[in-house]
């Protein structure tokens, strides 16, 4: 009887090893395609729904209550939204609600308030974080913002106007007169971007009443953060005298 020579029993394996290795390759590949199209398109239409649902709650919420017109009350912050922000730069109909805190919790919905920051119309820094890819990609341009470019946010019974930092005449983000760059790219230890006076003491008191926006940078990458700053042009607006916003929110 004759016998098979061991070394074409073990060629005879190979192609279909090869062929369950190239199996396990596609479906591998299929599955991490799928989770990137789960994250850049289905959470960002998931979120449009929570934006809708939460922006209908809060301005609801705002009908029912009273409150001192030019301040955000830090009792209606429970972890829930709070405030509305505007972009016009990003386009005339941008607009996120804002939630307090930085979790993912807050994240997956809308841009978060960092805990301890200012609110708005305060003195000191207002820092909001958002996600630039996924979750509603409420940052994911986030670079395009130019010196003097109005930021609005929208509160209870206020608007608060604020304008991006830099040289408006160049277009320069790094040559604020105050020294405090307009944007900026930092590791995500660089937390002083966040001081009541950005990239100032921690402890120190606030120079004036400024924003500060964090994403992570580049795109699809969280190894640094993009960081916007921008300072509160003028008083608060009251809603009573613009009950529909400031003109700052058809500036482009």
Known sequence: MAHAHPGHRRASRWPALAGLVGELLLT?????LLFVVYELFVTDLLNEGKQSDLSQQLHAQWDESTG????????????GAFAVLYIPRLGLDYQRVVLDGTSEKQLSQGPGHYEGTALPGEPGNVGLA????????????????????????ETVDSWFVYRVLGDVATGDLTADPSG????????PTDVQVLSPTPNG??????????LTLTTCHPRFSARQRLVIHARLDGAAIAKTAEPDGPPALSER
């Open 180 to 187: 405090i760059p307009g944007q900026q790219i930092v590791r």
């Open 130 to 153: 958002g996600h630039r890819v996924g979750k509603g990609s409420p940052f994911l341009d986030l670079d395009q913002l130019r010196p003097g470019d109005p930021i609005v946010v």
């Open 201 to 210: 003491p921690e402890n120190a008191a606030p120079t004036g009443s400024y």
């Open 68 to 79: 001192t017109p030019g301040t955000t009350p830090r009792a209606d912050l429970t972890g």
């Open 28 to 32: 591998g590949g299929l599955v991490v």
